[in-house]
């Protein structure tokens, strides 16, 4: 047998193979395309690679930033929640209603804070019930609730608004802490949370599990049914959270707030890696992709493009990105 | 004899990432002969075939079809010349009818290029009564068919095609016996035609019964052609092997002690139905029962997975309620599924991550996976189940069959169950691997383990088992010991109601 010298070859062959396979992985090509994207619109617009401006986006991008990181578990399980959206409308007309001086609660703000973010928990965790106990699939479970908790919001709302929040109350969505704007560090705080518990618990690992093969995974014990509602339950809860982050930010309550949120979410991890499919992916990914996403727009803004062009830019990126994707993946999974 | 070959592979070799998969392999099918491919998991078998019938281009080597120099790009042009491939998974679409299956993607043409559907299912019916089968109405959906009965479907397709090589890889796989007699009456019809049949199979019985000669390979090496009668079993083996082994089974004493598990009158519709059952720790009992006869449906209620209407289960003499697979694994029930790639592993992980799966607490501290812990899990069981693999970083998807059932045993073995339910555990495998999980079963047997062995290879179930239970339509309806049992009495009682069919199958062959 000439084991020994097979083993050299293999580990040589496997160790080039693991560099080639790090820089062809779909975050690191991701950077690079955020990078280049970035000096590119850095000649569009002076004002574009400015600190002021830079931090400026990340309050813009928290809303999406929070929703995509509960949405790229979602999706890793094969899933998908459309109803975020309506969800973070639902949530700041309860926090407004709730709060309202002039309305029927006039409730402590703090209060209404917390029932806001009540609320949204238990909007996800009616999505998770649906598609687990009934058996209904995410998409339509979800595309249903997209109209259902929309139209709780604007039934609840009857079309006003609510302005008028203590000035304390805008520390989160105006406010800066250490230099940094106050969601910035809600979002960062988020962003190593899921990351951490994606790569490194039991349940990161039953996540991915459920995404390739949920009937292996039940063969191995994993709750699966349980796990699935504690996700979609997490993505209520997150856009509660935006919900919060959002009123703050702009001073005022209105039903119609968050709609079309979802597609920007999704993109945004579908964006950064994770497979439609489900079964692979990681929050890195959904970071890059979500702050992309938001230098994209800006930068195009600031050099004179304008919305429509932006977005037109923006799903050329998607699908350049997927397409990208794709053919690496066909290029290193032929074996 | 000496007829020219319709079919000649010489020189071939094929390298994948990471594995020459075949070194200068030949082989030659002649008209009218029955060519087995013999080969452990990973000695380049299917390899061999796919490149036959098109899916992958050798790197080296000519294909030759009646002395012409040919080169199929993909399997359209392969099936133009006359090589049709019968795949271990059976393509068929489950909602379309027989007909419609048989003529997929060139149905017969009307006016205006519309599907002929009369002129389709006239010649899917006599493409059917050439092969002798009668039970198949084509206009039966596929889905409402038994596997048997798909199988005959996908030969009735190849030989649409004007099949002049089939290539039938592992086709008796899934079949019940009866199904079996069935395929070899049908190979042998064509045999008679004229058609050159490159079989392959695990079971070396098959090969004495139906083949001409036989070709091994080993490690991606061509190692010999020969006429199936001028060898034995034990000849073929040491070709595959490149060793000699002496005991298929090698069942070994063990101390059989008290009841692990007991079930009471175990009721899940509509295949578990009042099932009783005692296992010992130490104890190896074989399930025995057709395909469809509630075996799996019953280890699945045990274990939770499908959960108990009544009935009882006791454990260690404890009354226990098992209502998911996760409680069933803290009372330490282990159950290797039947079908690895859908139910035992998660394919597209690591070799590691599955290992652990089912283990992940043992080796996390609460809730992390601790990343050492893991690896030396992986690296244990690589080593003591001999799992060939680079390292625990190995996606499962490119491992051999063999080796991805010990995967999944290995998985199972991780949980350190008392008691160890495996359905199936070497369909599929390789004669070594086979040995391997065989002794490995007899092992866990003497450390006290109670196992509960579901196989539909009978030689497996005699060979291993201390106690031999049949089950038929959801009932246990037979019960040997080692010493009386035979394969004669265990057949009888897997189908006693099936005598007629028997003989009418006599009748075809």
């Given at each position: 047998m000439t084991t020994t010298t097979h083993t050299t070859d293999d580990s040589q062959e496997q160790m080039s193979s693991r560099i080639r396979s790090f820089l062809l992985r779909q975050e690191v090509i991701l950077l690079i395309i955020s990078l280049l994207a970035v000096m590119f619109l850095a000649f569009g617009s002076d004002r574009f690679l400015t600190t002021d401006n830079l931090l400026n986006q990340g309050r813009l991008l928290t809303e999406i930033g929070l929703v995509a990181l509960s949405m790229t578990f979602i999706i890793i399980t094969g899933g998908i929640d459309l109803s975020v959206g309506s969800i973070l409308g639902l949530c700041a007309i309860i926090l407004g209603v709730m709060w309202d001086p002039n309305g029927a609660f006039a409730l402590p703000l703090e209060v209404a804070v917390v029932i806001c973010l009540l609320v949204g928990t238990l909007a996800g965790f009616v999505n998770g019930l649906i598609i687990v106990r009934l058996g209904v699939p995410p998409l339509i479970t979800t595309l249903a609730t997209l109209a259902l908790y929309r139209g709780l919001a604007e039934g609840i709302s009857q079309a006003r608004s609510v302005r008028g929040y203590p000035e304390e109350f805008y520390v989160l969505g105006q406010g800066e802490f250490l230099g940094v704007p106050t969601q910035l560090w809600v979002l960062l705080i988020f962003c190593i949370l899921t990351a951490v518990i994606l790569s490194r618990t039991i349940f990161g690992r039953a996540i991915y599990a459920i995404g390739n093969n949920e009937l292996g995974a039940r063969f191995s014990g994993v709750p699966v049914g349980r796990y699935k509602i504690m996700i979609y339950t997490f993505s209520g809860f997150m856009a509660a959270m935006a919900a919060w982050i959002f009123v703050s930010r702009v001073s005022t309550t209105r039903?119609?707030?968050?709609?079309g949120l979802e597609l920007d979410a999704i993109a945004a991890v579908v964006l950064g890696g994770t497979s439609i499919f489900g079964g692979s992916g990681s929050i890195i990914g959904t970071i890059i992709g979500f702050i992309l996403i938001q230098l994209l727009k800006n930068g195009l803004a600031l050099s004179g493009v304008t919305t429509d062009g932006t977005i037109v830019v923006i799903g050329t990126v998607l699908i350049l990105a997927i397409l990208i994707n794709n053919f690496i993946q066909r290029r290193s999974g032929n074996g | 004899m000496q007829e020219k070959p319709i079919l000649e592979l010489e020189h071939i070799s094929k390298r994948f990432p990471g594995v020459?998969?075949?070194?200068d392999a030949r082989m030659d099918v002649r008209a009218g002969e029955v060519h087995a491919l013999l080969g452990?998991?990973?000695?380049?078998k299917s390899t061999l075939i796919k490149i036959i019938s098109g899916v992958h281009k050798p790197d080296t080597g000519d294909l030759r079809m009646d002395g012409q120099r040919v080169v199929f790009n993909n399997p359209r042009e392969a099936q133009a010349k006359g090589v049709a491939t019968i795949y271990q998974e059976l393509s068929l679409y489950p909602e379309l009818t027989v007909a419609e299956n048989i003529f997929m993607g060139h149905a017969p043409r009307g006016l205006l290029g519309s599907v002929d559907w009369r002129a389709m299912r006239r010649r899917a019916e006599e493409i059917l009564l050439s092969l002798n089968i009668t039970d198949l109405g084509v206009d039966d959906k596929i889905g409402t068919l038994t596997v048997g009965k798909r199988q005959r479907v996908e030969i009735a397709k190849a030989l649409s095609f004007n099949a002049r090589i089939l290539i039938m890889d592992e086709p008796t796989a899934a079949l019940t016996e009866a199904d079996v007699q069935r395929l070899f009456g049908i190979v042998r019809l064509l045999r008679e035609r004229g058609v050159g049949i490159v079989y392959i199979s695990h079971r070396l019985e098959e090969v004495f019964t139906l083949a001409d000669r036989v070709t091994v390979l080993r490690d991606g090496h061509y190692v010999d052609t020969k006429a199936v009668r001028e060898v034995t079993s034990e000849q073929l083996i040491s070709m595959m092997?490149?060793?000699?082994?002496?005991?298929?089974?090698?069942?070994l004493p063990a101390q059989i002690g008290e009841p692990v598990l007991e079930v009471r009158n175990l009721w899940r519709k509509p295949l578990c139905k009042g099932v009783n059952l005692t296992l010992r720790a130490g104890e190896i009992v074989g399930l025995a029962g057709l395909v469809g006869s509630g075996r799996s449906e019953f280890a699945q209620t045990v274990f939770g997975f499908t959960p108990a209407q009544s009935g009882d289960i006791l454990i260690n003499g404890k009354r226990l309620d098992i209502r998911n697979p996760g409680e069933a694994m803290r009372h330490g029930i282990a159950y290797v599924p039947e079908d690895r790639g859908t139910q035992g592993l998660i394919r597209q992980m690591r070799l590691r991550e599955n290992v652990s799966l089912a283990v992940l607490r043992s080796v996390s501290h609460s809730g992390f996976i601790d990343n050492r812990a893991e690896h030396e899990l992986a690296d244990k069981s690589i080593g003591s189940l001999q799992i060939r693999a680079f390292s625990g970083e190995q996606v499962v998807n490119k491992l051999s069959g063999g080796n991805q059932q010990k995967v999944v045993v290995a998985k199972w073995l991780a949980a350190k169950p008392k008691i160890l339910i495996m359905d199936e555990p070497t369909r599929g495998v390789d004669v070594g691997a086979k040995a391997e999980i065989h002794r490995l079963i007899s092992e866990l047997a003497q450390q006290g383990i109670g196992v509960l062995m579901i196989s539909s290879e009978l030689p497996e179930v005699l060979g291993m088992s201390d106690r031999i239970v049949v089950m038929r339509e959801g009932e246990i309806v037979a019960e040997f010991s080692r010493e009386e049992a035979s394969q004669e009495k265990v057949v009888a009682a897997m189908m006693r109601d099936a005598h007629s069919a028997v003989s009418a199958q006599g009748a075809a062959t």
């Open positions: 039903s119609d707030m968050g709609s | 020459q998969a075949l070194t452990e998991n990973g000695a380049g092997v490149g060793r000699t082994i002496d005991n298929l089974f090698p069942k």
